[in-house]
């Protein structure tokens, strides 16, 4: 994600590029999303606001203008970012069940359970088939 594609005044958080792999296992910044649905905006939460605003900040000086990086500075390997949370997840409470994929159904799932039409949630989560949506209200409310 880059600088540009936070907006502060509006709240909004831009998705529409994709890391992924190169020919050559490269990470590189895809042009685009993996699908056309993948293009949406998010909503910046009150809970992440001052901390977006200050890696927007540092994200000026980034390769790229990227808000997040590895330690060789380029762009985040999502296998990476994956065993980073999982060490994290460890130290709190002793599990490494998780992945930024289940961080993304709990995201899903919490917009349901707080009353979010299912047509909104399936936007921000970038689901062609509405149906895939309504699994999220089965599981929620079975």
């Given amino acids: 994600m880059q600088y540009k594609d936070i907006d502060l005044d509006k709240r909004l958080i831009h998705i529409n590029k994709t890391i992924a792999r190169d020919e050559n296992e490269r990470i590189i910044l895809k042009d685009t999303t993996k699908t056309s649905a993948g293009i949406r905006e998010v909503p910046i939460q009150d809970i992440i606001l001052d901390e977006l605003k200050e890696q927007k900040e540092i994200s000026k000086k980034n390769f790229d203008n990227q808000l997040f990086l590895s330690n060789n500075r380029s762009y985040a390997d999502p296998k990476n970012v994956n065993k980073i949370l999982k060490r994290i ?51 929620c409310f079975k």
Avoid: W
Wanted: charged residues 20%; aromatic residues 10%.
């Fill in 89 to 139: 997840m460890f130290n709190i409470c002793k599990t490494t069940d998780i992945t930024t994929h289940c961080l993304r159904h709990t995201y899903g799932t919490r917009c349901i359970e707080s009353g979010i039409a299912p047509v909104v949630v399936q936007r921000l989560m970038e689901h062609k088939d509405i149906a895939v949506t309504l699994k999220y209200i089965y599981f």
